[in-house]
């Protein structure tokens, strides 16, 4: 596919996730045929990026950093932290649709670490305490 289409189709694929929250079957099947790109490639781009979901997701999309700087400041434990308090595994959402909890490569802020992002907002120099408070904080 040439770059001004798949920059396109990025920008549609990206406007079905902000208006739904996920991109449905549905919408595949539809810009499949009106862009007559198979959808298989299209799940291949979907999954590609992690801002795309195939499933609806929480009000907050959870994304801790699993890469090695981060996971030398203790990653690892926020992350079975965050697995406990909100009752979830990885790429799972919450019953009441509030989180979804993703472990994701380096968010680039390797020096800052252990980090998460909320949404668009990053978070460094976590520690357990301070992601609960997060989590409590939000609304
Ligand atoms: S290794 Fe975690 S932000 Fe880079």
């Known amino acids: 596919m040439e770059k001004y289409y798949e920059k396109e189709l990025l920008e549609e694929l990206h406007d079905v996730q902000e208006t739904y929250g996920f991109i449905s ?9 009106k862009r007559n790109i198979p959808k298989a490639h299209l799940y291949g781009v979907i999954s590609f990026y992690s801002m795309f979901h195939l499933e609806p997701t929480g ?22 932290t965050l697995k406990e308090y909100l009752n979830v595994e990885e ?15 380096c968010l680039g802020h390797c020096d800052e670490g252990p980090v998460m992002m909320v949404n668009d907002t990053y978070y460094t120099h976590l520690t357990t305490n301070k992601v ?5 904080s939000l609304e």
Do not use: G
Request: aromatic share 4%.
């Open 25 to 33: 079957e549905e919408d595949i099947l539809r810009i499949s045929k």
């Open 59 to 80: 009000k907050y999309i959870i994304r801790i950093c699993d890469s090695v700087s981060c996971r030398l400041n203790n990653s690892v434990e926020l992350l079975k």
């Open 91 to 105: 790429n799972q959402t919450t019953k009441d649709k509030k989180f979804t909890l993703e472990v994701v490569e």
């Open 132 to 136: 609960i408070k997060i989590l409590d």
